[in-house]
């Protein structure tokens, strides 16, 4: 078993690692070897390219390490389904898209096992939170009301 020194966490465009920053110094400074992570992850996300995508790399003692690539993050998801480029400055004014319920049910579907959640009901419910402190309007009624009425 190797002995972990440490996590790095990086956002990278899937199949886009270069050395350059910020992939160059936050490895270089741990002693990692930047072209082999580079060459690994480009060739894991491949069918990812061009999407933002969370990596968390371990890193061992012995200079080796392992990364796990997470889903995209909730708010570029949720801003490509929006089609805007940024979310709202004063999100409870200004309401800069719109997003339907059943775009945040595939975001939700897509995000499932990065979220800390059971259902795909509150898997919904913490991107449709996220959408609106983005400054997004949700149209329709969330499948969970209509089932009431």
């Known amino acids: 078993m190797k002995e972990v020194a440490g996590f790095v ?3 990278v465009k899937g199949g886009g690692a270069t050395p350059t920053p910020p992939i160059g110094p936050a490895l270089g400074s741990k002693g990692l070897n930047i072209m082999e ?20 790399i371990t890193y061992y003692k012995d200079k080796s390490f392992d990364f796990v690539v997470k889903t995209p993050p ?14 709202s400055a004063e999100p409870n004014r200004k309401k800069v ?37 983005m400054g997004l309007k949700i149209s329709g009624t969330a499948p969970w009301e209509q089932a009431s009425n």
């Open 9 to 11: 966490k990086l956002q």
């Open 97 to 133: 898209g719109t997003v339907t319920w059943e775009q945040i049910q595939k975001i939700a579907e897509t995000k499932m096992p990065d979220l800390n959640a059971f259902t795909i009901e509150s898997a919904m419910q913490m991107i449709a939170g996220s959408a609106k402190c």
């Open 74 to 87: 909730a708010t570029n998801l949720l801003l490509e389904a929006a089609n805007v480029k940024k979310g």
């Open 37 to 56: 992570f580079c060459k690994q992850f480009n060739a894991r996300t491949q069918d990812k390219a061009g999407i933002v995508l969370p990596v968390v």
